[in-house]
DNA sequence: TGAAATTTTGCCGCTTTTTGCATTTTAATC
DNA sequence: GATTAAAATGCAAAAAGCGGCAAAATTTCA
């Protein structure tokens, strides 16, 4: 990887999380943690990000007074996010819906992670587009404006063609009894099709969704593979799921 | 290998991968470092990439990268957007391209049209997902990091599945002589089943990139029905234009 | 066509940049 | 205040860049 491409990526990463950690970088990229300061060094003088102990932050939280703590907080999506992103492995072809979850775990993909990505996003599109080594492929019909992706006969056409190892699919609803519901019809056609296609289905929500139930049903707890919530996974909410045979996370 | 070929070679790399590694193309091409050296301090030159230490990077990947980065001749390209946009009427069905004149065009979209508007651009489709009233349809296919289009045969053949009414395409070069010309093969592809497909053809151009040309042939002056720069129409360097039956505004 | 002029290319020695490692210094945490 | 992690420092190896030069290739032009 080139300096430049390097220091680019890690600008990248900081207006994203508003954070970056020393470590993590030098990991990701694969370099020495010397080599991590002296960018975030040179960054700094540029004013591309506030160098902090163990890490950067970006100018947007100039005025935190204790940034060590702001750096180890995180929230729910953002937790999901990196935890759905470690499965994804180099090579994988992977099938995602869209949805605020799902953004999230584009944003946490490492940067020396060289998968291929199918997508009806236009949000989740825009994220893999920024990362330097993933391929995107785009699934077109005509863009719902409420929910940023394609829908219709033809997307849904598309996906048949793909057989993805791993789907992501952020959701609305998760029941024991009923299963995985959503509220909007033609997402629902969408996510149908994109369970269907795929050899793993991920399902990926936060924890109040769990035990909740919306008026459109999409698939039965058999069809998922994988829950990821924020959640630790002996947390009790989750164990029924652990029992239906899910691989909660 | 010629130097004009190698060079246009490394151009495409750089477009195609968004970065080139000297030592990679050195022995690719089977030239010394030393050529591949100044092939892209040459190159850097004309703006067509950009070097480091190492290798080159795409400008659309400094783009991302770097947004504080000023878009080159913005004013200009407001004007020609400006212009572009009145041509649009209720209704229509509407083929645009990628480029930072479309987008220009997008955002001058007035709040009451309504048409539909259908790309492969991401950049223009997230333009197009704002406005209120516009019909959205996106063109599917693999994702091209560099000129954020998507590019390939099912990109072309979904194309051809419909007849708009008009078509918007920026242009990178033109010449009385020589047409319409352009850069990226895969792009040119792209273009030229937009332009076959619909029923009137539009240019958009700032005015510095009239009488030049680039490698690749998009189309003869007989194809475009409409060139739209940011000078008045009444500019001698759009007559000979007029008189090959182009209108120009 | 053929010779001269020009451009292009590869090589050489040398400088600069980049990177990782070892060591010391500084800062954070409990 | 002890322990631990990160930062700074110095250093050396490897890689890349640079300017000059001469051979090779290409173009120009008589």
């Not at 932050?57 to 729910?76: E, G, M, R, V």
Request: glycine residues 6%.
């Amino acid at each position: 990887m080139l300096k430049r491409e390097r220091q680019a990526y890690i600008v990248h990463q900081v207006n994203l999380h508003n954070k970056v950690l020393s470590n993590t970088l030098s990991s990701e990229i694969d370099v020495s943690e010397d080599t991590i300061r002296r960018d975030l060094q040179e960054l700094d003088e540029k004013g591309k990000l506030i160098k902090v102990h163990g890490g950067a932050l970006s100018h947007a939280f100039h005025d935190i007074t204790y940034p060590s703590k702001k750096i180890y907080s995180q929230d729910s999506k953002k937790i999901i996010g990196e935890k759905a992103a470690r499965l994804i492995k180099d090579g994988m072809f992977v099938l995602t819906g869209g949805g605020t979850t799902i953004i999230e775990m584009a944003r946490s993909l490492p940067a020396n992670l060289s998968a291929t990505l199918i997508s009806g996003s236009i949000p989740a599109v825009v994220e893999y587009m920024h990362h330097p080594m993933i391929e995107v492929i785009v699934i077109g019909d005509k863009l719902s404006k409420n929910s940023k992706i394609t829908l219709g006969t033809h997307a849904i056409a598309k996906i048949n063609t793909f057989k993805p190892d791993l789907c992501f699919l952020g959701i609305n609803a998760i029941d024991l009894k009923y299963g995985v519901t959503d509220s909007d019809w033609d997402v629902v056609q969408i996510k149908q099709a994109m369970i269907e296609a795929s050899q793993k289905v991920i399902c990926l929500t936060i924890s109040e969704k769990i035990n909740t139930i919306q008026p459109v049903k999409v698939c039965n707890l058999n069809k998922i593979d994988i829950l990821i919530t924020e959640l630790p996974k002996e947390h009790p909410l989750l164990q029924p799921y652990a029992e239906a045979g899910i691989t909660v996370m």
